[in-house]
């Protein structure tokens, strides 16, 4: 699996971004695809997931409600759509997939192997 991600810049505070991510080849229901991001100085640490059937969403505590994780399954394209943007969200953000992680793993960041480039996300006060 080949990730390619984009759509990262420079919003302003309470703005909104999409991140996007293109999975490559002929994905499966089961994989499960993640964002993640990282901060300066600090570990990369989970956003957002989902199976590519769509079903499975979850996200982390300081992004729910703001944050959304789909899935276009005609083009193959996994998105991060970010909305009421906060300066402590600013972080590289990666997206990352895996054809074998269990459901009870999917905020998991060793569970994946693959992944992609990260995407800068900047957002000022």
């Known amino acids: 699996v080949q990730l390619q991600a984009f759509g990262g810049g420079l919003v302003q505070a309470g703005e909104s971004l999409r991140l996007s991510c293109v999975v490559s080849?002929?994905?499966?229901?089961?994989?499960?695809v993640a964002w993640f991001r990282q901060a300066p100085g600090s570990e990369r640490e989970f956003v957002a997931a989902n199976r590519f059937s769509g079903n499975y969403a979850t996200y982390a505590e300081p992004v729910k409600g703001r944050f959304t994780i789909s899935i276009d399954k005609i083009k193959n394209t996994v998105y991060l759509q970010m909305n009421s943007l906060r300066p402590e969200d600013t972080a590289v953000y990666y997206c990352?997939?895996?054809?074998?992680?269990?459901?009870?793993?999917?905020?998991?960041?060793?569970?994946?192997?693959?992944w992609g480039q990260g995407t800068l996300v900047t957002v000022s006060s």
């Open positions: 080849g002929r994905p499966s229901g089961r994989l499960a």
């Open positions: 990352a997939a895996d054809p074998s992680v269990m459901l009870s793993k999917l905020r998991s960041r060793t569970a994946y192997t693959n």
